[in-house]
């Protein structure tokens, strides 16, 4: 090696021209880049590789050290790759080393674009800023060459740095310039790695996405045969791959869509490129599900091959709770019937289309009579239970066709479409009216029950369906009020009386804000001695415009809405306030008789009249609760409790109008009552009727026997008075004595001269 060391000239930055390698020298280089090439070719790993051939030229160029440096492009920063002997706290000084004119060998090759030949560091300007580095190392000379990919780029340098200021000859030349290469080469081979191994791992990660995917995903030819799937696809479908791959999507169609649209989804595809609905497949064994599919036509960027790709997402439970949602909007929950939005719907619908048809429909109302007693005497659960099974038992008696909607609590409609004539609608009407000929059973105690219904046609009585419906209203209130005729077609008077009651209910409520309810008073007198005995509280109207009111003529309308329970209220309260001054001011020692509704036997209404008793707890004994005898034979069974609970309170009980009811004496003995009325129409034809003075004489002395006193009710001549004195009646109450009077009136005539 030493013979052809080259002379140094000078210590310029040249190589030695002249000098030449010897066959040894060819033989070292060879042999470096073979091994080198060699391990590159088994794959040996790069940092192995590039330590290995600083190494070999280390041993090659004796006082020297190999390093390998690479520039950061992003940052413009020199980082050191490899330098097997430059200790890290060397290593550290030139990592971030800036290129320039004052970086260095290597910094200048990268700042100059070639090589740097540096051979006395010490008073080299090229060093000037490494010059702590140099002096820390005792560095003389530093070659470093250019790495270069292709293209010429300079990426990095590959340097020999020596102890000593040297000269490199064209042995050290030719090191460097193999060394520069071999690097290229090897970070050539890893940026492909990395490359390739990035290609890689997307793919895979792709493929994993496809084969992982909760939909299912298929991806089709040109042909639009399959070519891949996924394992959601197999799952959902049931297909393995090897039996789908090949075949055309139709394998799946349900069948359910016309041509037509698929037309519209291929066509939509060719168009746009993507296709996205709703799609009825079938899976392979057979059964039906619903897909939101969306389907894209991809065509390969470089090949202009054609694929389908169709991922389909499973929405039969999205379906499933659409249509619980949509049941839930059209349905009754209780019941399961068509509910108000449905019904109307329908109406509507068939309304538009009899226009072209001319067809003839029917609006059925039918209301349960005194549900609402039922329901609060057996509890709301059992109540549900009987509209349960008038639902069901409705159900059996219409046609398919026909509409069975619940419109409120025992509210039902029932919609007849097409019908030839009015009659065919009755028939329905009987036929649903059948439904109550059996009783219902609630814990093995039946009940029989009864319904009303109210007809409107289409479209004689109306051609709307708000009208009809009013009509069929109307028309089944009047069924309601009519004992005989459980089935009534709508009559246009019918609205002209809904529009009464309408007006009638908003003057009522006004009239007891405006206190325009008086009470009148009736003696009841003693038949012995002809003297007063107590008075029947009587309720009057004092209308604005239409004068005084008598209770005929609001009462039963009261009864029918809330209204019932405030006006007892107030009549209770006024009657104890008149007793009470009565009292203290004339010391009367007598009764005052109120009349409770039926309808306010119940728990709520009880429990305020025994809140007002409560109040008046000393004057208790002298207030006596008329009830009449019809509604106690009807509501037996829940007024048992309430009329205890009343009797309890310390007030007398008295049964009124007496007589019509037909009702054993027996059977009302378990109201505990203390005092019975006979009704007017018994004592009306007393004179003159034998059967009617058998039938009060019977009374009378059946009454005595269970310790109740008799009152007669509308006596109006002497000679009823007489009769009735004859038969053993305890106290008389009539025109005949006096009519209901004003409270001054009857201070007048009652109580004046008893002060
Ligand atoms: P009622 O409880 O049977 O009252 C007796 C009715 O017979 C009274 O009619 C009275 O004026 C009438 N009357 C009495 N003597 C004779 C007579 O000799 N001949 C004739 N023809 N009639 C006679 P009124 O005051 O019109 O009351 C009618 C019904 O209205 C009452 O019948 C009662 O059921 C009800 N009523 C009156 N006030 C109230 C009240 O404050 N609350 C409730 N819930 N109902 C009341
Ligand atoms: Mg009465
Ligand atoms: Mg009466």
């Given at each position: 090696m030493n013979e052809t060391m080259p002379v140094c000239h000078s210590l310029e930055d040249t190589v030695m021209e002249n000098d030449t390698l010897s066959v040894d020298q060819y033989a070292e280089i060879f042999a470096l880049q073979n091994h080198i090439l060699e391990l590159l070719a088994l794959g040996s790993d790069d940092t192995k590789l590039l330590k290995n051939l600083c190494e070999m030229e280390e041993k090659l160029v004796p006082g020297a050290v190999a390093s390998i440096m690479l520039m950061d492009e992003s940052s413009g920063l020199m980082h050191v790759l490899e330098a097997p002997s430059i200790p890290d706290s060397g290593k550290d000084m030139l990592n971030g080393l800036r290129p320039g004119p004052g970086g260095g060998s290597c910094g200048n090759v990268i700042y100059r674009q070639e090589a740097q030949f540096v051979t006395d560091i010490v008073n080299d300007s090229r060093w000037d800023e490494l010059r702590n580095v140099a002096q820390k190392f005792g560095l003389g000379a530093c070659w470093s060459m250019p790495i270069r990919m292709e293209n010429n780029k300079i990426i990095g340098t590959f340097a020999l740095s020596s102890f000593e200021k040297r000269i490199p000859d064209s042995f050290h030349k030719n090191l460097l310039e193999i060394g520069a290469f071999i690097t290229g080469i090897i970070l050539k081979r890893r940026e492909q790695y990395e490359r390739i191994s990035k290609h890689e791992q997307r793919i895979n990660t792709l493929g994993a996405a496809f084969e992982n995917a909760y939909e299912a995903i298929i991806i089709t030819d040109e042909q639009n045969q399959i070519v891949e799937i996924n394992q959601a696809f197999s799952k959902i479908f049931g297909y393995s791959h090897e039996e789908i791959i090949?075949?055309?999507?139709?394998?799946?169609?349900?069948?359910?869509?016309?041509c037509f649209y698929y037309e519209q989804m291929w066509h939509s595809i060719n168009d746009t490129g993507h296709w996205n609905g709703e799609i009825w497949n079938r899976r392979k064994d057979g059964i039906e599900i619903i897909q939101w599919i969306s389907i894209s036509a991809i065509t390969h960027p470089q090949t202009g091959e054609k694929n389908y790709l169709a991922v389909t997402l499973d929405i039969s439970a999205l379906k499933a709770s659409e249509e619980k949602l949509s049941y839930m909007a059209f349905h009754?929950?209780?019941?399961g019937l068509a509910n108000r939005t449905k019904l109307f719907e329908r109406i509507d619908q068939c309304i538009q289309r009899s226009k072209r048809n001319h067809t003839v429909a029917a609006l059925l109302y039918l209301d349960l009579d005194r549900f609402k007693n039922l329901n609060d005497s057996l509890g709301h659960i059992h109540g549900d239970k009987i509209l349960v099974e008038v639902s069901e038992r409705l159900s059996t008696r219409i046609r398919s066709n026909d509409m069975l909607a619940r419109v409120g609590g025992d509210e039902f409609v029932i919609w007849l479409e097409d019908?030839?004539?009015i009659s065919e609608a009755e028939t329905v009407a009987e036929k649903l009216l059948s439904i109550f000929n059996d009783p219902f059973e609630i814990e093995s105690q039946s009940f029989q029950l009864q319904g009303s219904i109210g007809i409107s046609m289409y479209p004689q009585d109306a051609k709307e369906r708000d009208s009809l419906l009013k009509n069929a209203d109307a028309a089944m209130y009047r069924a309601k009020e009519d004992t005989q005729r459980k089935i009534v077609f709508y009559r246009t008077q019918m609205t002209q009386q809904a529009k009464k009651s309408l007006r009638l209910e908003t003057e009522l409520y006004q009239a007891l804000r405006e206190r325009e309810f008086e009470l009148y008073y009736q003696p009841k007198i003693d038949a012995k001695s002809g003297k007063l005995y107590g008075a029947e509280a009587l309720i009057r109207w004092n209308h604005p415009t239409r004068g005084l009111i008598m209770p005929g003529d609001f009462i039963s309308f009261a009864e029918q809405t809330s209204l019932i329970s405030q006006m007892g209220e107030y009549v209770l309260e006024c009657a104890f306030k008149q007793l009470r001054m009565w009292r203290n001011e004339f010391s009367a020692d007598f009764s005052i008789s109120v009349n409770i509704s039926g309808r306010q036997l119940n728990e709520d209404d009880i429990k305020s009249l025994l809140k007002i008793i409560g109040v008046n707890i000393d004057l208790a004994s002298f207030i006596m609760i008329e009830l009449t005898e019809t509604f106690l034979m009807h509501h037996a069974h829940s007024a048992v409790s309430m009329l205890e609970q009343l009797k309890s309170s310390g007030v007398k009980l008295s049964i009124d109008d007496f007589g019509t009811g037909y009702s054993s004496l027996g059977y009302l003995k378990r109201f505990k009552v203390d005092e019975l009325k006979i009704d007017r129409l018994l004592i009306n034809d007393i004179e003159s009727d034998p059967n009617d003075r058998a039938i009060s004489n019977a009374v009378i002395a059946m009454a005595h026997t269970l310790g109740l006193s008799v009152v007669a009710e509308g006596v109006e001549t002497l000679a009823q008075a007489e009769i009735l004195r004859e038969s053993g009646c305890d106290i008389f109450q009539g025109f005949y004595f006096d009519?209901?009077?004003k409270v001054e009136e009857f201070f007048e005539r009652y109580l004046e001269g008893s002060k």
């Open positions: 090949g075949k055309n999507p139709k394998i799946l169609s349900s069948g359910r869509h016309d009754d929950p209780l019941t019908l030839q004539n009519r209901p009077l």
